[in-house]
């Protein structure tokens, strides 16, 4: 009886239900809700090789559907210290209507750095976070060389 009442113990601990939401994601990817994020910390891409990064590992560039799944990545990012990092918005299609790559759907809110986004030079069709502005959204050039931050289901 002791042993059923350990066993139990065990499994609604707070550790163990960590670990196993953990668990469905592949190593190095970080659980968040029902989905599963990597960050590609050891490389700098343009944006479309980003895409590329991120569809190799059976995900795609994130696409927030929350400001709350926005924040937990901000978060993650400036403790980590990340560089800049894509997302997978863009304006390409159409100059100021931000779009979700590969979807249809429209940016429902924003975080952009002061006087972001501002098109400098008449180039800055993609979306990534801004390191030295806190993290939030910048416009860049689609040729800068960001990390990559992937998502997929878990």
Not at 83 to 96: F, P, R, V, Y
Request: with cysteine; hydrophobic share 35%; aromatic share 14%.
């Amino acid at each position: 009886m002791n042993t059923s009442i350990l066993i139990l113990f065990v499994a609604i601990s707070p550790g163990i239900i960590q670990v196993a939401i953990a668990g469905c994601c592949p190593d190095g990817w970080m659980p968040h809700k029902s989905r599963c994020y990597y960050v590609g910390y050891e490389t700098k891409l343009t944006f479309s090789a980003a895409m590329v990064y991120c569809h190799v590992r059976g995900a795609q560039l994130v696409q927030f559907e929350s400001y709350g799944e926005y924040s937990f990545l901000r978060n993650l990012l400036k403790k980590t210290q990340a560089s800049d990092a894509w997302i997978g918005l863009s304006d390409q299609k159409h100059e100021g209507i931000w779009q979700w790559i590969g979807s249809k759907g429209f940016a429902t809110f924003s975080d952009w750095a002061p006087n972001e986004p501002n098109s400098a030079n008449g180039g800055e069709d993609c979306v990534g976070f801004f390191a030295s502005e806190d993290y939030k959204w910048n416009d860049f050039s689609c040729t800068d060389k960001l990390i990559p931050v992937c998502e997929k289901s878990s």
